[in-house]
């Protein structure tokens, strides 16, 4: 039997990607990040959805020439419909569903926060059922209960900034460009992680707050700079360990919790965040110390990418779940 062929979009944010998968697994997996918004320090929505129009034909026709397979073998069109930026969701959605009207295929509708728990499956081993996963981008941050691919329950969230936010924010007070996690990562690995000691706010149950972590590094840092010009640039390294210690122990922390009152030892990371060297170590070293089988995405798999959607796509293409052509792309969830 031909196998499954799903063309996925994802344009929520400031990648346009597009990947081709035969049976959930993926055959290509092509991602175009938007630069322009670095010299800006954040995302400007209008210069992401117009250069999500101008990307999205040759990413589309990149991930067919790599894929070894025409339009023609195509079963099913997926698309991002939510949460992200809502002309930058428009693009992806309207073009996947006229490329999908074109050759009378059907479309499927996908979250992109479940879409992230689910990178965990592209590749083996994966996790068994039920998971636990946390999922850490630039705007959510979620502890979720995966009892099989769609049946997600959150049960923990942020009630204010994400940790890709928190990393960013930080990054920015140091003066490091858009977007800053990767950076603080960088420069993290030959600093003292100790050095420096910022607030780590107690949230009920498995929720998160990075505000006041935020403010905490920023007025450190306003007083450091007061008696000396120079503390950034001289202590870069050790500030960058610490605010990267700081976020991972909070978030390891509530996972932590959830695992000891679920029971659940199959744990997951996911979401651009878990390209942190910090984080992916703190789950190892947690796998060990508590006897979970830990999983963390390749990292083109991390950040923002279309294989996520295409593997989502497959598991509601098995239950018949398509997406109507009024379906429409939403900011929130
Ligand atoms: O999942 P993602 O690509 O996009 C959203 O859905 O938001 O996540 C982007 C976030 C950004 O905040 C970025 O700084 C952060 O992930 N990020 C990192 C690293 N790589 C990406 N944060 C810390 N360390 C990294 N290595
Ligand atoms: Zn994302």
Redesign the pocket.
């Known amino acids: 039997m031909q196998p499954i062929h799903i063309l996925a979009i994802e344009s ?2 400031d ?1 346009t990607s597009a990947s081709i998968l035969a049976d959930g697994k993926v055959l290509s997996n092509i991602i175009c990040t938007q630069a322009i918004h670095e010299k800006y320090g954040g995302v400007i929505p209008e210069s992401a959805s117009r250069l999500h129009i101008r990307n999205i034909l040759p990413v589309v026709e990149e991930a067919f020439a790599k894929s070894g397979i025409s339009k023609h073998d195509l079963h099913a069109v997926a698309y991002t419909k939510s949460p ?1 930026l809502i002309g930058s969701l428009l693009v992806g959605s309207c073009f996947a569903k006229s490329y999908a009207m074109a050759l009378g295929l059907p479309t499927i509708a996908v979250n ?1 926060m479940e879409a ?1 728990v689910l990178s965990n499956l592209i590749e083996s081993p994966h996790p068994a059922f039920p998971f636990l996963c946390l999922t ?5 941050t979620q502890i979720v209960v995966c009892k099989s691919p769609l049946d997600q329950q959150i049960i923990g969230s942020t009630i204010d900034d ?1 940790a ?2 928190a ?2 924010k930080a ?1 920015k007070m140091l003066g490091l460009p858009y ?4 950076l ?2 960088r420069y993290a690995k030959e600093g003292n992680p100790l050095a420096f000691k910022f607030a780590q706010p107690n949230m009920p149950e498995f929720n998160f707050s990075f505000s006041g972590v935020k403010t905490s590094i920023l007025y450190f840092i306003q007083a450091r700079v007061k008696e000396n010009e120079h503390f950034i640039a001289e202590n870069l390294h050790d500030l960058c360990a610490s605010i ?1 210690f700081t976020i991972v122990k909070i978030l390891m922390k509530k996972l932590l919790a959830a695992a000891r009152v679920t029971g659940i030892r199959e744990v997951c990371i996911a ?3 878990s ?3 910090g ?1 992916r170590q703190a789950l190892l070293e947690h796998g060990k110390k508590y006897h979970w089988n830990t999983y963390i995405p390749k990292f083109e798999y ?3 990418n279309a294989a996520m959607i295409g593997i989502t796509a497959y598991h509601k293409f098995l239950k018949g779940e398509f997406a109507t052509l009024d379906e429409t792309a939403s900011a929130r969830n």
């Open positions: 929520s944010c990648e992200g992109h992230h850490v981008s630039g705007g959510h994400a890709g936010e990393f960013d990054a977007p800053g996690g990767p603080v990562d990267q979401g651009g965040v390209a942190n060297s984080l991390c950040t923002d």
